[in-house]
């Protein structure tokens, strides 16, 4: 039993100052840290102040009640431990008292060696009670600090793997990350979660890391690629899944991104590749992605061509909208276009300004 009670707060409350005096004596003795108020009203407000772990009060007294006190006590503090004590208390006030979560009662006059076991069970309590607080903070905070220190990590990966590809073929530079801010643009106006948002900056970021496997020559031809070298630039998609997919994304994000990633250039009407999917088949992030894929794909320059001004690269939108491409996802593009003066450097540095993904 704990015998050093130079650290527990005591707050006495009583409207009889002989009591408060009596207590205070026996009390002093055993060096507790005392606090006396003579009503519930400046016994509150103490309370208040000074946070006891023990508050011992009578029942009786005018005005505010001591099982008044303990039901003002227990909503603001539930782990104060409240002892009621009472010189003419029915067994009624005692049976409310404890039922109002009362650690204990005492009888007046005092048994003096009851009443310093009684604080002293109390005080214990209210320390287990704090050290188990604080055990639970402290893990609850490691948890936060380990799962910040991952979801960096996770991201970090994510954005070196993106980097493996891009620079191998430096006309694409910065491709996969410019295609993940426009479409977790596209994204946000099209209303969809901070969790959603994160699925597809994830899946923009690697869209293209298939392209590791193509030889760089076609990556860099300053022509336009051969059916053969078509082909093979085609198998991208499935290369990327391959290397992604065993990566936990569902445990991490939620869904699979190596599905998104392998769905990035199919189509609506089943005229995209690998598989020739259509609208119901595919997912959501994908059909954005292949949105923002061909927006910034026409808006950059590549080894073969310049690049598109943005009315063509629009008018490619609006032909096919509905048809290859979601209508919903090309008019919430669209419209982020507008927004920068269908200007698509403006478009990628707004974006990459207020529309920052978490990475
Ligand atoms: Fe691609």
């Known amino acids: ?13 009583d409207d009889d100052q002989r009591i408060l005096d009596f207590l205070c004596t026996i009390l002093k003795r055993y060096e507790f840290d005392l606090y006396t108020a003579s009503d519930g009203e400046k016994g509150i407000e103490l309370f208040k102040k000074e946070n006891p772990s023990i508050i011992l009060t009578d029942i009786n007294m005018p005005e505010i009640t001591g099982i008044e006190i303990l039901k003002i006590i227990k909503k603001i503090s539930p782990i104060t431990q409240v002892i ?5 208390g029915t067994t009624t006030d005692v049976i409310e008292a ?15 060696d009851l009443l310093i076991h009684t604080l002293s069970r109390c005080a214990e309590r209210h320390e287990l009670i704090m050290e188990r607080i604080e055990r639970k903070d402290t893990l609850e905070r490691e948890v936060r600090e ?20 891009e620079k191998r073929d430096p006309y694409t530079a910065g491709h996969q990350q410019r295609v993940a801010l426009l479409a977790t643009g596209i994204g946000r106006k099209l209303g969809l979660t901070q969790k959603e948002i994160e699925i597809i900056n994830v899946a923009g970021l690697l869209h293209d890391i298939g392209k590791v496997a193509v030889p760089t020559e076609l990556l860099v031809k300053p022509s336009k690629l ?8 085609k198998l991208h998609p499935e290369i990327g899944y391959d290397i992604i997919k065993d990566i936990p ?4 994000l939620g869904k699979d991104v190596s ?7 199919e189509r609506l009407d089943g005229t995209g590749y690998p598989k020739g999917l259509t609208d119901d088949e595919l997912e959501l992030e994908s059909k954005i992605l292949s949105v ?8 950059s320059h590549r080894p073969y061509r310049a690049a598109f001004d943005m009315a063509t690269t629009k008018a490619e939108l609006i032909d096919k909208k509905g048809i290859a491409y979601c209508l919903e996802c090309v008019d919430a593009c669209l419209e982020l276009i507008a927004e920068n003066n269908d200007n698509a450097q403006r478009l990628f540095a707004s974006l990459a300004l207020s529309n920052r993904p978490p990475v």
Not at 226 to 233: A, K, R, V, Y
Not at 249 to 252: G, I, L
Not at 259 to 265: P, S
């Open 84 to 88: 009621v004590f009472s010189g003419v």
């Open 249 to 252: 994304f569902v445990e991490s």
């Open 1 to 13: 039993m704990n015998t050093d009670y130079r650290n527990i707060k005591v707050l006495i409350i």
């Open 259 to 265: 599905r998104i990633v392998l769905q990035h250039h």
């Open 98 to 112: 404890l039922r109002l979560g009362a650690s204990d009662y005492l009888v007046k006059p005092f048994n003096i």
């Open 292 to 299: 923002s894929d061909v927006v910034e794909a026409m808006s």
């Open 146 to 165: 380990r799962t910040a220190a991952l979801t960096l990590t996770f991201y970090e990966t994510i954005k070196a793997l993106g980097l493996l590809t």
């Open 226 to 233: 051969m059916t053969p070298e078509i082909q093979l630039m």
